[in-house]
Nanobody
Framework: QVQLVESGGGLVQAGGSLRLSCSAS????????MGWFRQAPGKEREVVAA????????RYLDSVKGRFTISRDNAKNTVYLQMNSLKPEDTAIYYC????????????????????WGQGTQVTVSS
């Protein structure tokens, strides 16, 4: 299975930006659609963004559309989440996840569709 390691979290003021990275190893990266999820204290894990194997399809949580961008570099086995105009309500642990799918253009938004997860990285947005 694929191993995932996130980086790039931290503390930022409202209105600021962060870029999260997730490096994959262990299996061909292009076998996987990738997703970013987050979980705040007392809340369920929710999808933030997802991207298909080739990067053609992207999907976003409504509240982050226009502020966050998911992308992937298949040559570097890395998926990114660029987060701009951050808000205090974006504060959460952010997780990278991989879905081994045969569908090239598919990008699931359901956590149960993802088989492999990173350890998470904390993002804190101060007001």
């Amino acid at each position: 299975q694929v191993q995932l390691v996130e980086s790039g979290g931290g503390l930022v003021q409202a209105g600021g930006s962060l870029r999260l990275s997730c490096s994959a190893s262990g299996r061909p990266f292009t076998d996987y659609a990738m997703g970013w999820f987050r979980q705040a204290p007392g809340k369920e894990r929710e999808v933030v963004a997802a991207i298909s194997r080739g990067g053609v399809t992207t999907r976003y949580l409504d509240s982050v559309k226009g502020r966050f961008t998911i992308s992937r570099d298949n040559a570097k086995n890395t998926v990114y989440l660029q987060m701009n105009s951050l808000k205090p309500e974006d504060t959460a642990i952010y997780y990278c996840a991989a879905d081994r799918t045969v569908v090239w253009r598919w990008a699931s938004t359901g956590p149960s569709d993802y088989q492999n997860w990173g350890q998470g990285t904390q993002v804190t947005v101060s007001s």
